[in-house]
């Protein structure tokens, strides 16, 4: 079974500074893909960044970067530049089905609070 | 315009009442599922589909149904709406076309009240 920690239930940061959100994954699949996600306080979900498990560099989206080490089954994001609209819930994601990916299973989530 | 677009965004109801969320993309995208968030829980597949004749059950499917009407629309139904499944609901979609990535696009979804 896929599992997806996320061990901070809320980060703090001061704008313009960068923050890194943690999140470990368990499977037993070789072919994985991990995605993060972000949900202001207006409730959509907003896709920010993939990363596949096969994936020789670490994914890069404007100041969203996914630091993936794959022995430590970890996928932390790292927002650079912190802005007072990345205020939000964060939420790491990973699918896994044996080849068919499809089937997202996610943590519980970070809360980040960007301070003026 | 959304290219993912759920209806109703808000609804209050009482328990026992039949309930339809309904869900529509522009995306072209072929897989379709639903989702559920509660607080501290993240978020929970309910049903999902692979094309119009393709519907699963997801890991938490008891209590609902759905339909695929067309490649761009799929439906959650509540037969019988109760006060847990209180919640908001989401709909997303993905292209298995996309080259293996299969990332899901959420609509804009549903906070459903059940007294």
């Known amino acids: 079974a896929q599992k997806i920690t996320q061990t901070q239930p809320g980060m703090f940061v001061q704008e313009k500074e960068a923050v890194t959100l943690d999140c470990t994954y368990d499977?037993?699949?070789?072919?994985?893909?991990l995605f993060w996600y972000k949900q202001p306080s207006s409730g959509e979900m907003i896709f920010l960044i993939y990363?596949?498990?096969?994936?020789?560099q670490n994914a890069t989206e404007g100041r969203y970067s996914l630091n993936f080490q794959k022995a430590r089954k970890s996928a932390n994001l790292v927002i650079s530049a912190s802005q007072l609209g990345d205020s939000a819930m964060y939420f790491c994601?990973?699918?896994?089905?044996?080849?068919?990916?499809?089937?997202?299973?996610f943590g519980k989530g970070t809360l980040l609070t960007v301070n003026p | 315009d959304a290219d993912v677009t759920q209806t109703p965004r808000n609804r209050i109801t009482k328990t026992g009442k039949r309930i339809m969320l309904e869900c529509s993309q522009t995306k072209g995208h072929d897989r379709m599922y639903w989702y559920r968030q509660d607080p501290g829980l993240g978020l929970r597949l309910i049903y999902y589909s692979f094309d119009v004749k393709d519907i699963n059950k997801g890991e938490i499917s008891d209590g609902y149904s759905v339909s695929r009407q067309a490649q761009a629309k799929f439906s959650l139904s509540l037969e019988s709406a109760i006060p847990n499944q209180t919640a908001l609901y989401f709909c997303?979609?993905?292209?298995?076309?996309?080259?293996?990535?299969?990332?899901?696009?959420f609509g804009p979804g549903t906070r459903l009240t059940v007294l």
């Open positions: 990363q596949g498990s096969y994936d020789q």
């Open positions: 994601a990973m699918s896994s089905s044996g080849g068919s990916n499809y089937k997202l299973t």
């Open positions: 499977t037993s699949d070789p072919s994985y893909g």
């Open positions: 997303a979609t993905s292209d298995s076309s996309s080259g293996g990535t299969d990332t899901q696009y």
